[in-house]
């Protein structure tokens, strides 16, 4: 069985090797077939218009080699490409990681690409003036033009045509490598579109003017009505090509960048762009992906942060930088803390005791983010929660009675728990405590002191739940009718008696 799946995926990589050969050589064979076609539709307008020795380019027997070299070369520019992607294609295809080496060839094949199309425009060249010994002098220069104008037609178009097959595996190949591809900047792209698209056929044009109306090579008489006709219509479809070319070289790339933000907006902060080149393109997609890896360690610290501080300390101090200097708020503070928890760590394994904290403190954290308060602390086996900071909530002591009571419910359900509940409200400092370089969030006042207080008081109660009077004054009446009051009891480290109260039900 897993010789028949290893054969199978062999095959499947085969199929996908073989469709993107066909592709690439396919886009190269284009460009070169229109690019030579382009260029003998020129030259053909020019016949008639090249006197004495020139005019051996326009024989029959130069037409006929011309179209033969231009078959040839077209074969054999998708031959010799689809030989030049092979080695990428066999890792690519696979999915596995190219060494140093694989990484460098992919690397370079627009490059490769480039130079083959020039190769093979000056072997036919160079054929092209060897069939006509009797005018090499004559044939070279026109010929040499011809190569420049129709090599550099080539290579941009193959550019344009093959991108798409390459750039995935180039951008595979460029992952997490120095020596990306080397691709001109914006404006460098702009320039050479300019030069190639209306510069020189612009001045092709003005020179058979200025050549007809001087006399010089193209006879005063002579016609020419029909060559600037076709050079214009070759520089328009050459400035088309060429204008796609950079056009799409640019926006693929850009429109790549707006699709991820897009992604990032929408809170998948793991997307990402391949960067496949050097250029103020390769830097915008470096750049975007190094902006996500900041907001993913960002989100990530801010998520460790917030399991420590609560989430609203921490989207408060990310909101507002790292000082959350502080300020007074009116809050609700309820102190909880374990009955027995030493003797419960002597008679029973550490595991189990584990265990026990656990269920009490996700009670505990459960219920307080139920009404919106946060976890200030864990003390040991206490714990203290504040309502109504950072953050201002309505009703902040109703909130911290009403969660009270609910865990008073909760916890008693729970084996081997036993504890004490102190509620208290008031005036409290809420802010970081500490040195710039390590800040706690905390709450400090008398509500705190208090509340502690009367946790340990609860311990010893009946109901295990015990609030202030200053937390009931602060409540709305529906929470007050379930308190019932207790008396008075002088808490340690006060002089005056705190009036207390009990709730009458749990919910």
């Given at each position: 069985?897993?010789?028949?799946?290893?054969?199978?995926?062999?095959?499947?990589?085969?199929?996908?090797?073989?469709?993107?050969?066909?592709?690439?050589?396919?886009?190269?064979?284009?460009?070169?077939?229109?690019?030579?076609?382009?260029?003998?539709?020129?030259?053909?307008?020019?016949?008639?218009?090249?006197?004495?020795?020139?005019?051996?380019?326009?024989?029959?027997?130069?037409?006929?080699?011309?179209?033969?070299?231009?078959?040839?070369?077209?074969?054999?520019?998708?031959?010799?490409?689809?030989?030049?992607?092979?080695?990428?294609?066999?890792?690519?295809?696979?999915?596995?990681?190219?060494?140093?080496?694989?990484?460098?060839?992919?690397?370079?094949?627009?490059?490769?690409?480039?130079?083959?199309?020039?190769?093979?425009?000056?072997?036919?060249?160079?054929?092209?003036?060897?069939?006509?010994?009797?005018?090499?002098?004559?044939?070279?220069?026109?010929?040499?033009?011809?190569?420049?104008?129709?090599?550099?037609?080539?290579?941009?178009?193959?550019?344009?045509?093959?991108?798409?097959?390459?750039?995935?595996?180039?951008?595979?190949?460029?992952?997490?490598?120095?020596?990306?591809?080397?691709?001109?900047?914006?404006?460098?792209?702009?320039?050479?579109?300019?030069?190639?698209?209306?510069?020189?056929?612009?001045?092709?044009?003005?020179?058979?003017?200025?050549?007809?109306?001087?006399?010089?090579?193209?006879?005063?008489?002579?016609?020419?009505?029909?060559?600037?006709?076709?050079?214009?219509?070759?520089?328009?479809?050459?400035?088309?090509?060429?204008?796609?070319?950079?056009?799409?070289?640019?926006?693929?790339?850009?429109?790549?960048?707006?699709?991820?933000?897009?992604?990032?907006?929408?809170?998948?902060?793991?997307?990402?762009?391949?960067?496949?080149?050097?250029?103020?393109?390769?830097?915008?997609?470096?750049?975007?992906?190094?902006?996500?890896?900041?907001l993913k360690e960002r989100?990530?610290?801010?998520?460790?942060?917030?399991?420590?501080?609560?989430?609203?300390?921490?989207?408060?101090?990310?909101?507002?930088?790292?000082?959350?200097?502080?300020?007074?708020?009116?809050?609700?503070?309820?102190?909880?803390?374990?009955?027995?928890?030493?003797?419960?760590?002597?008679?029973?394994?550490?595991?189990?005791?584990?265990?026990?904290l656990n269920d009490f403190?996700?009670?505990?954290?459960?219920?307080?983010?139920?009404?919106?308060?946060?976890?200030?602390?864990?003390?040991?086996?206490?714990?203290?929660?504040?309502?109504?900071?950072?953050?201002?909530?309505?009703?902040?002591?109703?909130?911290?009675?009403?969660?009270?009571?609910?865990?008073?419910?909760?916890?008693?359900?729970?084996?081997?728990?036993?504890?004490?509940?102190?509620?208290?409200?008031?005036?409290?400092?809420?802010g970081n405590i500490g040195?710039?370089?390590?800040?706690?969030?905390?709450?400090?006042?008398?509500?705190?002191?208090?509340?502690?207080?009367?946790?340990?008081?609860?311990?010893?109660?009946?109901?295990?739940?015990?609030?202030?009077?200053?937390?009931?004054?602060?409540?709305?009446?529906?929470?007050?009718?379930?308190?019932?009051?207790?008396?008075?009891?002088?808490?340690?480290?006060?002089?005056?008696?705190?009036?207390?109260?009990?709730?009458?039900?749990?919910?």
């Amino acid at each position: 069985m897993a010789g028949a799946g290893t054969s199978t995926d062999a095959q499947a990589h085969r199929r996908v090797a073989a469709k993107l050969s066909v592709q690439y050589a396919r886009g190269l064979a284009l460009a070169h077939f229109v690019s030579v076609t382009e260029l003998l539709v020129a030259v053909l307008a020019l016949s008639g218009h090249a006197p004495g020795a020139t005019h051996v380019h326009f024989t029959e027997k130069n037409t006929i080699t011309a179209v033969v070299l231009a078959v040839l070369g077209t074969i054999a520019v998708a031959l010799a490409g689809v030989v030049s992607l092979a080695p990428s294609l066999r890792w690519f295809v696979s999915g596995r990681e190219p060494d140093s080496n694989e990484r460098r060839t992919a690397c370079k094949l627009s490059r490769r690409q480039s130079a083959i199309i020039a190769a093979t425009w000056v072997v036919g060249a160079a054929i092209f003036v060897l069939v006509n010994p009797q005018a090499i002098v004559t044939s070279a220069v026109p010929t040499g033009l011809a190569v420049f104008f129709g090599a550099s037609a080539t290579v941009a178009t193959a550019l344009l045509l093959t991108q798409r097959t390459i750039r995935p595996i180039v951008a595979a190949a460029a992952r997490d490598a120095e020596d990306l591809v080397r691709y001109p900047g914006v404006l460098a792209r702009l320039i050479n579109m300019w030069l190639l698209c209306s510069a020189i056929p612009t001045m092709a044009i003005a020179a058979l003017i200025l050549m007809r109306a001087n006399g010089w090579i193209i006879p005063r008489t002579a016609a020419i009505d029909i060559p600037i006709l076709v050079l214009s219509l070759v520089a328009v479809l050459v400035g088309l090509r060429g204008m796609v070319l950079v056009s799409r070289s640019i926006s693929d790339p850009v429109h790549e960048v707006v699709a991820a933000m897009a992604e990032v907006e929408q809170g998948r902060i793991d997307s990402s762009v391949h960067v496949y080149e050097r250029s103020e393109i390769g830097r915008l997609q470096s750049g975007f992906n190094r902006m996500v890896s900041g907001l993913k360690e960002r989100d990530h610290l801010r998520d460790l942060f917030g399991r420590y501080v609560g989430d609203d300390v921490a989207r408060r101090a990310v909101e507002e930088g790292a000082s959350l200097s502080g300020d007074v708020r009116d809050a609700g503070i309820l102190f909880i803390d374990l009955v027995g928890s030493t003797e419960l760590a002597a008679h029973h394994p550490p595991e189990e005791v584990a265990g026990v904290l656990n269920d009490f403190f996700r009670s505990v954290v459960a219920a307080v983010d139920q009404r919106h308060g946060l976890i200030n602390k864990f003390q040991g086996d206490a714990a203290l929660a504040v309502f109504g900071a950072p953050l201002a909530i309505a009703g902040a002591a109703s909130a911290a009675l009403a969660t009270a009571r609910a865990l008073g419910g909760q916890l008693r359900r729970l084996p081997l728990v036993d504890f004490g509940i102190g509620v208290s409200a008031g005036p409290v400092f809420a802010g970081n405590i500490g040195a710039e370089n390590r800040y706690e969030y905390t709450v400090i006042g008398d509500a705190v002191n208090e509340a502690a207080r009367l946790a340990d008081l609860a311990k010893t109660s009946d109901r295990r739940i015990l609030c202030s009077d200053a937390a009931l004054a602060r409540a709305d009446a529906a929470e007050r009718r379930h308190w019932a009051s207790c008396g008075s009891i002088v808490v340690r480290g006060r002089s005056q008696a705190t009036h207390i109260a009990a709730p009458t039900d749990n919910e």
